[in-house]
T-cell receptor, first 109, second 116 residues
């Protein structure tokens, strides 16, 4: 199982771009990389998923280098409402979906 | 699309009683559902993997006789906490994976269990 490592916490200010990097050195060939956002007392919410290179959707971008041993979630122009815990999850359909510690992002005014 | 519901959203029960939590995929069929528990300020801890029509696979350290999981249909999985104790008080979250194609999980809103 690919174990993930993320920074425990990050601070940012409104309007800034935030990049959160996740390390997953033991990622398997069939593993996808998925990022989730969680607010207190709520279930995690899917943000973005990728396998390699770059993926972009309406809320974020995901950058994955060629060796796939890390990935970076990029949140453009964060707002106060982006304050949450962000989890990087590595796995596939038949793999256990285990969460790491996550990154607690605090956006300040 | 891809909505998962949980019921109840919160429950208080007395020590020694059993509590059932339902997890439903509302607009898709889920061959696999996961059950997590989360303590305050901590990450989600995977408890078990539930596959429709078969027995759940429990993580090491999770008592299968205490946390009964039933995945009787492609849209419903239930978690029953039997003989609940105060230490079972936690936030229980389920997730569901669509039957084909996508790999991401869709999470329910969670159930807050308090055992008094």
């Amino acid at each position: 199982l690919a174990k993930t490592t993320q920074p425990i916490s990050m601070d940012s200010y409104e309007g800034q771009e935030v990049n959160i990097t996740c390390s997953h050195n033991n990622i398997a060939t069939n593993d996808y990389i998925t990022w989730y956002q969680q607010f207190p007392s709520q279930g995690p919410r899917f943000i973005i998923q990728g396998y390699k290179t770059k993926v972009t959707n309406e809320v974020a971008s995901l950058f994955i280098p060629a060796d796939r041993k890390s990935s970076t979630l990029s949140l453009p122009r964060v707002s106060l409402s982006d304050t949450a815990v962000y989890y990087c999850l590595v796995g596939g359909r038949n793999n256990d979906m285990r969460f790491g510690a996550g990154t607690r992002l605090t956006v300040k005014p | 699309g891809a909505v998962v519901s949980q019921h109840p959203s919160w429950v208080i029960c007395k020590s020694g009683t059993s509590v059932k939590i339902e997890c439903r995929s509302l607009d898709f069929q889920a061959t696999t559902m996961f059950w997590y528990r989360q303590f305050p300020k901590q990450s989600l801890m995977l408890m078990a993997t539930s596959n429709e029509g078969s027995k759940a696979t429990y993580e090491q350290g999770v008592e299968k006789d205490k946390f009964l999981i039933n995945h009787a249909s492609l849209t419903l999985s239930t978690l029953t906490v039997t003989s609940a104790h105060p230490e079972d008080s936690s936030f229980y979250i389920c997730s569901a994976v669509p039957g084909r194609g996508l790999h991401e999980q869709y999470f329910g809103p969670g159930t807050r269990l308090t055992v008094t």
